[in-house]
Structures are given as structure tokens and as C-alpha cells.
């Protein structure tokens, strides 16, 4: 197989938007909410505004009609700059918006998308339960039809962008029923509105990283949601989101490889900068080492997501691909983040320097949509090694 990835140049326009857009509005504002805990509301509705949010969504549903590589390259260059920012569009999308433009009826999509795809709203995910971790097909909530309705009980954890002021839904995955011969759990998903009685958003986590996006735990008691709010069919949920979060490993892969090179960016910069016995540290070969390997990492992490996302758009399989993606650019980031900390020495310690966000930020993309075990684990399952 013959791979190009370089870019169209509607793909280079739509990169150098976003570069521009990072650097110049996000960039100066982001330290001083991320050392608050705030939610960015400013920039994402500017980001909304420049359509990032329906990147991959037919025009029709009020996106841009773009693909996924396109929001690859959006979430890359924002992360180059700030994660919080990033998880916030890639979870609105790749979490949000994508399961109901996937399996959505068009009724749905009519009634939700508009507004995702506008930034105006933002979508949620409800997979990971607090026993559950890894092992999403041990899922303990329930639905029960009564009637017209699901009646859901049960709670999730760590959910990204569901308790913002302008979260609309979550979509749920639960226990629905049994399957009549094996008697393992049928699990379905389910869209629950912000707001509906019984569904109740705890405080924001205190976390180590991404401080400016929003990450609660959720309960449900006795949630009554209309029948027709099944997302897809019954029974397809826990398969459904399978599709969902390979998708959304080759955007964490993006998200990472924009963390990793932005520690590149701030180490460069550094390097130039500091002067250390008569001379620019960045004249030190010790330096001029740990920084060339940072780029051979970047540069490598993206070509592997480039890959993944080509062979997603072009209908290809790609589950492999994603999980080889995920799990090397999470680790680059995780490593140049920790070079670029040693370069910039004691201040790389303090949180008024980049590093030392991307520092903290880096961590999660290690765990967050499959830990680098279980991409591990898929990987060797697409090689045909079974347990």
C-alpha cells in the first residue's frame, strides 16, 4: 500500500486557521483559566463560530462536511498550544455529536446536531462506570422500558464536557435486557437531556491536568427519558461505541501529537532564549540531542495518526492502525513532555511556562480512551493472538 500524507491544500488552509487561531486568541488567555479551573466558554464559542465543532458532519446537520482527518489536524494544532481546549472539541465530537450522526434516526440528528455542530451545545459520552474502568461491557447501569419510556438507573465516571452550561445531552449506555440464549447483558445506548429529573451532575473532579475542561461523575435515579431517545438499536450499544472509540483513538492520537510537538515549539524557543555560561543553552549538544529526538517523535507520532485517519476516511479498516497510533503518540507525549520539563529546568516547574501544563495535561492520554494495555491487548488481537 502507496501512503501519502501530505496535506491538500484545503487541509493546509484549515491547519493554518486553526494555528493562527491557537496562537492568537487561545494562547494568551488559556494559563490564567487553566490555573482558575474555568471552562473556556469564550473560546469555545469562537471555535463554534469557525465551525470547528461539525468538522466531520454533513452540511446538511449544519457541519462543514470535512472528514476526520480534518479534525485530526484541528485538535493538533490546538493541543500544540493548550489540551483543555483540544479535549473539549475532540470529546464534543468524536463523543457528542459522532454517536448520533453514526446511529442516530434522522430525527435525532435533526434535533441534535444543529446545535452540536454549532458549538452552541455540547454532547457528552456516558461509557465509564466507577467499577467498570477498562472493562466497559461490565456495565451495571440499567434502562427499563415501562411504556413510552426508558427508566434509567445507575452512574458513570469521568465524563468529559457533561456538566457545562451549555451540555444538552449524554449519551448512556446500559443494561437493557438479556440475551435469551447465553444470558449475557444486551447493552443499548440512550440519549438523556441535560436537566431531566433524577439525573444529577456532581461537582468537577480536582485533577492533575486538563483543569479547563469539564470532567464530572454522573447519577441516575429513576431517569425518564421517552422511548424514541434510543440511540440505534437495541441491544447494538455496546458494538456501537466500539466503532466509537476506535474513531476517537486516532483523535487522541492527534491530540497527543500536538501536545509533543508543542513541547518542541516551547523547548526551541527555550533553547534560544537561555543563556547559560556565556552562551545560548540551545548551543549545548546535550540539548541539541534531547531536542532532536522530541522532533523524531513528533514527527513519527504524526505520521502514524495521519495513517489511521486516511484509512477511516477512506473506509478502510483501521482498528490496528488506531490502536498502534494511540499508543505511541500518548507515550511521545508523555516523554516529550518530560524533556521539555528537564530542558527548561526549575522553570519548567512553575505553571506560568507551557511545559509545565503540557507537562500535567500528558499523563491522561496514557489512560483516556483505552489505557496503553488495552491498545496493547488490540493490537495483538488483530495479529490473531488470542488469550
Not at 72 to 88: F, K, M, P, Q, W
Not at 89 to 117: H, N, Y
Not at 339 to 347: E, K, L
Request: aromatic share 8%; hydrophobic share 40%; net charge negative.
Amino acid at each position: 500500500m502507496t501512503m501519502d500524507h501530505r496535506l491538500t491544500s484545503e487541509h493546509e488552509e484549515l491547519r493554518r486557521t486553526v494555528e493562527e487561531f491557537a496562537h492568537d486568541v487561545v494562547a494568551p488567555k488559556i494559563g490564567d483559566l487553566y490555573e482558575r479551573h474555568e471552562f473556556p466558554y469564550e473560546i469555545i464559542r469562537e471555535m463554534g463560530r469557525m465551525g470547528l465543532f461539525g468538522l466531520p458532519i454533513p452540511e446538511e446537520y449544519g457541519g462543514m462536511g470535512g472528514d476526520y482527518l480534518a479534525l485530526g489536524i484541528a485538535l493538533e494544532e490546538l493541543a500544540r498550544v493548550d489540551s483543555s481546549v483540544a479535549i473539549t472539541l475532540e470529546a464534543g465530537v468524536s463523543l457528542g455529536a459522532m454517536p448520533i450522526f453514526r446511529f442516530g434516526t434522522q430525527e435525532q440528528k435533526t434535533q441534535w446536531l444543529p446545535r452540536l455542530c454549532a458549538g452552541e451545545a455540547l454532547g457528552a459520552f456516558g461509557l465509564t462506570e466507577p467499577d467498570g474502568g477498562s472493562d466497559a461491557g461490565g456495565t451495571r447501569t440499567t434502562a427499563v422500558r415501562e411504556g413510552d419510556e426508558w427508566v434509567i438507573n445507575g452512574s458513570k465516571c469521568f465524563i468529559t464536557n457533561s456538566g457545562t452550561d451549555i451540555t444538552a445531552l449524554v449519551t448512556v449506555t446500559a443494561v437493557t435486557g438479556r440475551h435469551p440464549e447465553t444470558g449475557k447483558p444486551l447493552i443499548s445506548s440512550i440519549i438523556v437531556p441535560s436537566g431531566t429529573p433524577g439525573f444529577t451532575v456532581a461537582a468537577p473532579y480536582s485533577k492533575v491536568g486538563w483543569n479547563s475542561s469539564d470532567t464530572r461523575e454522573l447519577s441516575f435515579s429513576d431517569v425518564r427519558v421517552p422511548a424514541a431517545n434510543l440511540l440505534g438499536e437495541e441491544g447494538r450499544g455496546y458494538a456501537q461505541f466500539l466503532r466509537i472509540l476506535d474513531e476517537g483513538r486516532v483523535a487522541i492520537s492527534a491530540l497527543a501529537t500536538g501536545l509533543a510537538q508543542g513541547c518542541v515549539d516551547e523547548s526551541l524557543k527555550y533553547a534560544r532564549e537561555r543563556h547559560a555560561f556565556g552562551k545560548p543553552i540551545g548551543a549545548n549538544q546535550a540539548i541539541q540531542f534531547k531536542i532532536a529526538d522530541m522532533e523524531t517523535r513528533a514527527h513519527m507520532s504524526r505520521v502514524g495518526w495521519y495513517d489511521a485517519a486516511s484509512r477511516l476516511v477512506n473506509g478502510e479498516p483501521f482498528k490496528k492502525q488506531a490502536a498502534i497510533a494511540k499508543l505511541y503518540s500518548s507515550t511521545v507525549a508523555v516523554d516529550n513532555a518530560r524533556d521539555a520539563t528537564q530542558i527548561h529546568g526549575g522553570y519548567g516547574f512553575m505553571n506560568e511556562y507551557p511545559v509545565a501544563r503540557m507537562w500535567r495535561d500528558s499523563k491522561i492520554l496514557e489512560i483516556g480512551e483505552g489505557t496503553s494495555e488495552v491498545q496493547r491487548m488490540l493490537i495483538a488481537r488483530e495479529l490473531g493472538m488470542q488469550a
